[in-house]
T-cell receptor, first 114, second 114 residues
Framework: GNSVTQMEGPVTLSEEAFLTINCTYT??????LFWYVQYPGEGLQLLLK?????DKGSNKGFEATYRKETTSFHLEKGSVQVSDSAVYFC?????????????FGKGTLLTVNP | DSGVTQTPKHLITATGQRVTLRCSPR?????VYWYQQSLDQGLQFLIQ???????AKGNILERFSAQQFPDLHSELNLSSLELGDSALYFC?????????????FGEGSRLTVL
């Protein structure tokens, strides 16, 4: 079955540091890939997505590139802010039968200190 | 604000009891999804309804049930509660029947079973 593996946290950075959160996946088909973010006390929000190989998703300074050869979708940001402190979830959506199945990673807690 | 409303935000109850969680999807969305988030299991898909009909089933226990009403709001019923059912329960919604990965999440209902 499908699975998503992302780096375990927590990750603690200083403001303006470079961020990478690794995500690799296993899928039988050609999945779409997503990063969701969960700010404290809130629900998950879609941060960015990529639907095919070599696509780059970007939003709010975050980027991730769909790498089919390495089955990866690593999240990066060049300069993090305190307001980026949140839990980040990598996810994939793949067709299974008559519907798509959305599979989430376990999440990575990011704390950014001033 | 995602437009998805969940009530109650917090719920404390005892083992063996039954609770009902309620969700109103975003205006215009026909699909409602229920997810359970716990520290050990991560984010687990429970069930999806589309326009009043069950569309997909995930890791939902037999003690749990859900329905979607004609006004498209949904309720998740949890019965014979156990300590291990303590978790954050999220509702999400989307426009169509297929879960292509772009979901809008509510803020969740935190259930504590004592």
């Amino acid at each position: 079955g499908n699975s998503v593996t992302q780096m375990e946290g927590p990750v603690t950075l200083s403001e303006e540091a470079f961020l990478t959160i690794n995500c690799t996946y296993t899928a039988t088909g050609y999945p779409s890939l997503f990063w969701y973010v969960q700010y404290p006390g809130e629900g998950l929000q879609l941060l960015l997505k990529a639907t095919k190989a070599d696509d780059k998703g970007s939003n709010k300074g975050f980027e991730a590139t769909y790498r089919k050869e390495t089955t990866s979708f690593h999240l990066e940001k060049g300069s993090v802010q305190v307001s980026d402190s949140a839990v980040y979830f990598c996810a994939l959506s793949d067709r299974g039968g008559s519907n798509y199945k959305l599979t989430f990673g376990k999440g990575t807690l990011l704390t950014v200190n001033p | 604000d995602s437009g998805v409303t969940q009530t109650p935000k917090h719920l404390i109850t005892a083992t063996g009891q039954r609770v009902t969680l309620r969700c109103s999807p975003r205006s215009g969305d026909l699909s409602v999804y229920w997810y359970q988030q716990s520290l050990d299991q991560g984010l687990q898909f429970l069930i999806q309804y589309y326009n009043g009909e069950e569309r997909a089933k995930g890791n939902i226990l037999e003690r749990f049930s859900a329905q979607q009403f004609p006004d498209l709001h949904s309720e998740l019923n949890l019965s014979s509660l156990e300590l291990g059912d303590s978790a954050l329960y999220f509702c999400a919604s989307s426009t169509g029947a297929l879960n292509t990965g772009e979901l809008f999440f509510g803020e969740g209902s935190r259930l504590t079973v004592l």
